[in-house]
């Protein structure tokens, strides 16, 4: 990686500011998964262990600019209290005179949390003002939140200008394993890509057909490609004007030689719902009123020896409505498919790593992402602005 990360200051006694992604599910104040928080203590770690006052910002949830009580971020402090082995501190605000004061009393080592940086409609317009207030309370910033690394906003991206500015250990390990994917990988290079729409993934499908050896397709996604080749979908969720750039990415998939491979059966339902009339057709066999729900057994068997040629492997997008378990069954297959290759796999975007981790397979797998729309982008080939602005090495 070409930027400077925590490993590259000195921080002995500073004020540090880290910009966390702890975007946590919080139900009733409990989290209900807390990957986000344990993905960044390295970092918080090994700024304590350097002698560093630790300030931690994060956002949580869409409280569009108002204080919306529910998403404050206090809640996260016991949980923070009992994975760094002592007391946390919080401010209601960020950077107003609240934490000032937090900051002004803190010691080495010592760790502040403050409020969730949406409550102030100045964060996702990233006004100077208020990137400047957040400047004010520390002399170097970190962005750990690789998650939030697509957006520019006061915390990811205006702050960063006003401090020295670098990465911390997720955003560096994040980066490693996606650059390693998309720019370096061991060949065959196998890419997976599902999810609900085509519109979300032409960039993606676009960028690793010039990248991949193979590109496998599933999901609601490719449903619209299954018309563009001429099938009759029924009631599937295909986006009519996306069929044109469908037949387009098929060509240039037949120019570039990558080995495109598109299911070719179907579990197909009456009803988008758990317990309803399900069965298993081929492509062109889609009754009229009926919707395509997830991939066949014959399509996961094709997948699953395309998997077990790869080397390395990039996914994206569940293979089929994983959340209702009458059509889990695909990307699950898919799942222990890819943990039990010796492929060095990269698992990217909210909803298929949330399948993934429903299979408890994540430990078999080389980096699962903690960032949806970030990696997306990445995987596009987009520059991430809150990585842009850190200082390069
Ligand atoms: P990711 O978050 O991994 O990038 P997306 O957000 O693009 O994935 O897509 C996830 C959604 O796609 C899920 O809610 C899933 O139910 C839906 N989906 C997958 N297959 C189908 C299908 N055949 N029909 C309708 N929706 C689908
Ligand atoms: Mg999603």
Redesign the pocket.
Known sequence: MNKKTVRDVGVKGKRVLVRVDFNVPLNNGAIEDDTRLTAVLPTIRYLQEEGAKVILLTHLGRPKGKVVPEMSVRPLIAYLDRLLGQKVLFAGDCGGEESLQAVAGMKAGQVLLLENSRFYPQEEKNEERFAKALAALADIYVNDAFAAAHRSHASTVGVAKLLPAVAGLLMEKELKALSFALHNPVEPFLAIL????VS??IGVINNLLERADYLLL??????TFLKAAGHNMGK??VEEDKVEAAKELLAKAEKTGVRLLLPTD?VVAEE?KEGTKKRTVAVNEVPKDW????IGPDTVKTFEEAIGKAKTIVW?????????PD?AEG?RRIAVAVADSTAKAVV????????VRKTGLTERIFHVSTG??A??EFLEGKELPGLAVLADK
């Open positions: 599902g999810g609900a729409k979300d993934k599933g999901g609601g996604m490719a449903n599937s969720l179907l988008f919707t395509a729900l997830d994206n997008g569940p293979l089929g409505v994983y959340e209702i059509f990307t990217g975007g909210g909803d298929v790593v949330a399948a949806g729309g990696s997306l």
